[in-house]
């Protein structure tokens, strides 16, 4: 009963991070997001493409699928099987649900299993199991971004920060390894990012990209 229960919320997890709110909005304006910018159906590339209005959508919604995920699904399934409750933790059905719609929302499989990088939807979910974390890593992101401008510098600081922050703020083992698969995760999505921050060539916020200089020597023509 126990495993099924886990299973259950593990499965609806998934599904409910696997809505990629970047690509619906993309097509609600006639845009493939995959095909425009950097190809990412994340918000940041939503923005680039769409406009503010679109980007604070997908944001908003991709973090809402791991809040709900993580905060609302154990207390359903307890909920549909009474019989379960107080045979299984709902921290730790709320934790498993945090990992699974992080999963869904990077490898969703309405998209052949390419998604995002699980940014927002990883701060909704850890603002839902370990709040203080959620609290401690959006302001390490918000911090990196004010003082450099890069969105992926400051998703690589917060994701590199997160095992800490859950330690410090639940000092719990199973936590503490969750949160650090999912900072790795994030981490190791932003690897073409990091490259690009090292060999200077990573584009700051609110300006465009460097055109090879090749490109910008022919469209000069």
Same mark, same amino acid.
């Given at each position: ?95 498993? *649900? =945090?990992?699974? !719609?992080?999963?869904? +929302?990077?490898? /969703? ?5 390419? &998604?995002?990088?699980? $940014? ?44 800490? *922050? =859950?330690?410090? !703020?639940?000092?719990? +083992?199973?936590? /503490? ?5 999912? &900072?790795?995760?994030? $981490? ?34």
């Amino acid at each position: 009963m126990q495993l099924a229960v886990y299973i259950g919320v593990i499965v609806a997890a998934y599904f409910l991070g696997s809505i990629p709110t970047g690509y619906l909005t993309g097509r609600a304006r006639g845009v493939d997001i995959r095909t425009a910018g950097s190809g990412n159906i994340g918000a940041t590339n939503t923005l680039r493409v769409l406009g503010r209005k679109a980007g604070a959508f997908v944001l908003l919604g991709d973090a809402v699928k791991g809040f709900v995920a993580a905060r609302y699904l154990g207390v359903l399934a307890l909920a549909l099987v009474p019989q379960a409750q107080g045979k299984v933790s709902l921290p730790y059905l709320g934790l498993a *649900a =945090a990992a699974a !719609s992080v999963l869904g +929302h990077n490898y /969703t499989c309405w998209l052949r299993f390419k &998604g995002g990088k699980g $940014i927002s939807t990883s701060c909704g979910a850890i603002l839902a199991v370990v709040p203080l974390a959620g609290v401690i890593i959006l302001a390490t992101w918000i911090l990196v971004f004010a003082a450099t401008r890069y969105v992926s510098a400051a998703s690589v600081a917060a994701a590199a920060i997160l095992p800490f *922050a =859950a330690w410090y !703020s639940q000092d719990n +083992h199973l936590i /503490t390894a969750v949160m650090a698969g999912l &900072g790795l995760l994030a $981490i190791l999505k932003h690897r073409a990012n990091i490259g690009r921050l090292l060999a200077g060539t990573e584009p700051r916020f609110g300006r465009p990209k460097k055109l090879p200089e090749a490109a910008a020597a022919g469209g000069a023509k």
